[in-house]
T-cell receptor
Framework: QVQLQESGPGLVKTSETLSLTCTVS??????????WGWIRQPPGKGLEWIGS???????YYNSSLKSRAAISIDMSKNQFSLRLSSVTAADTAVYYC????????????WGQGTLATVSS | EIVLTQSPGTLSLSPGERATLSCRAS???????LAWYQQKPGQAPRLLIY???SRATGIPDRFSGSGSGTDFTLTISRLEPEDFAVYYC????????FGQGTKLEIK
């Protein structure tokens, strides 16, 4: 059973960089069958895809984040990470990491989510 | 970017009734790569349907998905108490976008 667990600071100062890590267990992040992604949800609002990474290092991002997002992968630790720069209060959200099986199964496994609050 | 519009915003029904949720895309969804998720308060979304009509592992057969192109539907044949939640559609044929959600509440 694949499990994903987010970790990182719960509080980030305005204009600084939010950094989160997702640790994957029960499966290999180096599988060619999956993408690994980040999705966020502001309090009381809907879901927003941030970006995804393939084991090869190829990345895809939501254009609305205007190049503030960067996703990386560390196969030696079975982890992938998100960095979101120049944060504002609008970036306050629950951040989920997830596995994407594409046509074979969409976004089939999710972490429990971690709340990141941006405050001055 | 493909925009997904879900309707209604809120659906009020009683247990045992049939629920029909709609998701309309601003352009055709590649390969009908359309998924549905259920989210309960304080929990991560749970995959219900992928490929417009395939049930995910462990999902009861009262959940069904249909549609193609730009119009998709999630049907819950007979509502159980645990089905009251927020439902999201997602297209994953051209990057990823989510609809704004439909809240299914007890009448």
């Amino acid at each position: 059973q694949v499990q994903l667990q987010e970790s990182g600071p719960g509080l980030v100062k305005t204009s600084e960089t939010l950094s989160l890590t997702c640790t994957v267990s029960g499966g290999s992040i180096s599988s060619s069958s999956y993408y690994w992604g980040w999705i966020r949800q502001p309090p009381g609002k809907g879901l927003e895809w941030i970006g995804s990474i393939y084991y090869s290092g190829s990345t895809y991002y939501n254009s609305s984040l205007k190049s503030r997002a960067a996703i990386s992968i560390d196969m030696s630790k079975n982890q992938f990470s998100l960095r979101l720069s120049s944060v504002t209060a609008a970036d306050t959200a629950v951040y989920y990491c997830a596995r994407d099986a594409g046509g074979a199964g969409a976004t089939d496994y999710w972490g429990q989510g971690t709340l990141a609050t941006v405050s001055s | 970017e493909i925009v997904l519009t879900q309707s209604p915003g809120t659906l009020s029904l009683s247990p045992g009734e049939r629920a029909t949720l709609s998701c309309r895309a601003s352009q055709s969804v590649n390969s009908n790569y359309l998924a549905w998720y259920q989210q309960k308060p304080g929990q991560a979304p749970r995959l219900l349907i992928y490929g417009a009509s395939s049930r995910a592992t462990g999902i009861p057969d009262r959940f069904s998905g249909s549609g193609s192109g730009t119009d998709f539907t999630l049907t819950i044949s007979r509502l159980e108490p645990e089905d009251f939640a927020v439902y999201y559609c997602q297209q994953y044929g051209n990057l990823y976008t989510f609809g704004q959600g439909t809240k299914l509440e007890i009448k």
